[in-house]
Structure formats: C-alpha cells, structure tokens
C-alpha cells in the first residue's frame, strides 16, 4: 500500500493565520481525503480531494476555510484558513489506489493548535 | 447519512485476554476496514474486509464481514501491552468515502 509523508507534524499558530497542510504518496494514487479529528473523537472527512479540479467538500465544511489543491496523483494540501482555537485538531490526509487496494492509508497526521 | 455504531467505547483488560469489539451500519457496506491508531500517529490498516461473511486473520487478529453486510467484528487473542489503542472499523458503501465507528479505547493491564 501508498506511504505517506505528511508535514508539518505539529504547529502552534496565531488565530487570524493560516496553515498550509502537505500531503506527498509515494505512488499515484486514484483517491485523495482530507480528515480531521478532534482531542478524543473519530475522523470526520472533510473533503475529497480531485485531481485537477476543485474538491468535494462534506457538510460543514467549505472552500473558503479549507481550501484544498491536488495538482497531480501523488501530492495534495490542505489550508486552513482565518484559524481560531476550534480548529486545533489533528488533521490527516489518506489515500487510496484503487478500489480494493488494500483499504486506506493514513499520513500520521497534523497536530494544530491555535492559540 | 450512514450511521457507524462501534461497541465497546472502552476496554480494561489483562494481559493475555481476548478482546472483542464490533461495528454496526444502518446501511449494507461493500468494505470493511479495521484501524488502529497509536497517540500522536495517524490509523494503520489492521484487516480489510471485502466479501460478505469474509473472516479474514492477521496474526493474533480476526475479523468478519457479517453476512448482512451491516455489521463487523474484531477480535484480539492473547492480548500483550502493545495491543494498546485506540481501534476504529470504517466502511464505505462504494467506492469512495470512508465512514469511521467512534473507537474502541484498549487498554491492557500486566
């Protein structure tokens, strides 16, 4: 299965700022997701990202707060944008290769706090 | 949408135990995965389900796609101190977007 780099690994931003997430596979893969998962809490998805256009944002999530770029088959970032202390979280990016390539894989994530 | 249920939240128990958990969907599934993620790492595939009524082992672990295609188990045999963490089921209907259970807390006592 892909591996994936994901960085920074943790960060302590400003509230007003932004955050640029990176996420490199180390192979082409079909599916890009963003994730993000709260102190103690399951992962809720954020956004599909696609390859070459825009992403598919979850309800609750929009674009302007989480812009997401994938320009090719192996890299994707994820921005968070104007952060206030409710979007310190853990924040991973997964990627698939195919649809029964072996499940998901996970970066080991972004720990964000914003104070 | 689809509703992911994973029971037990938590387990206490002693080295050498079994343990089991279990995922239920108010929707059939075509995959189920099982994860488990250490603090401070990201979740690592354990056993990936993809056939009802698949049971399917990894070392000390099993797991099974229910028949109805809405339900799943774990199993840990033999549970040494590594087996802690937090261990998710996720599926998805087709392909695409994977829904997470809440987490099953493990932790195990010498």
């Known amino acids: 299965s892909a591996v994936i780099s994901q960085k920074p690994s943790r960060d302590i931003c400003q509230r007003g700022t932004s955050l640029t997430i990176q996420c490199q596979v180390d192979s082409q893969v079909t599916m890009m997701f963003w994730y993000r998962q709260q102190p103690g809490q399951s992962l809720t998805l954020i956004a599909t990202a696609n390859q070459g256009s825009e992403a598919t944002y979850e309800s609750g999530f929009v674009i302007d707060k989480f812009p997401i770029s994938r320009p090719n088959l192996t890299f994707s970032t994820l921005t968070v944008s104007n952060m206030s202390p409710e979007d310190s979280s853990i924040y991973l990016c997964?990627?698939?290769?195919?649809?029964?390539?072996?499940?998901?894989?996970f970066g080991s994530g972004t720990r964000l706090t914003v104070v | 949408g689809q509703q992911l249920n994973q029971s037990p939240q938590s387990m206490f128990i002693q080295e050498g135990e079994d343990v089991s958990m279990n995922c239920t969907s108010s929707s059939i599934f075509n995959t189920w995965l099982w994860y488990k993620q250490d603090p401070g790492e990201g979740p690592v595939l354990l056993i990936a389900?993809?056939?009802?009524?698949e049971l399917t082992s990894n070392g000390r672990l099993t797991a099974q796609f229910g028949i109805t295609r809405k339900d799943s188990f774990l199993n840990i045999s033999a549970s040494i101190p590594s087996d802690v963490g937090i261990y998710f089921c996720a599926g998805h209907g087709s392909w695409g977007k994977l829904q997470f259970g809440a987490g099953t807390q493990v932790v195990v006592t010498p």
């Open positions: 389900l993809y056939k009802a009524g």
């Open positions: 997964s990627a698939a290769g195919s649809a029964e390539a072996n499940g998901y894989t």
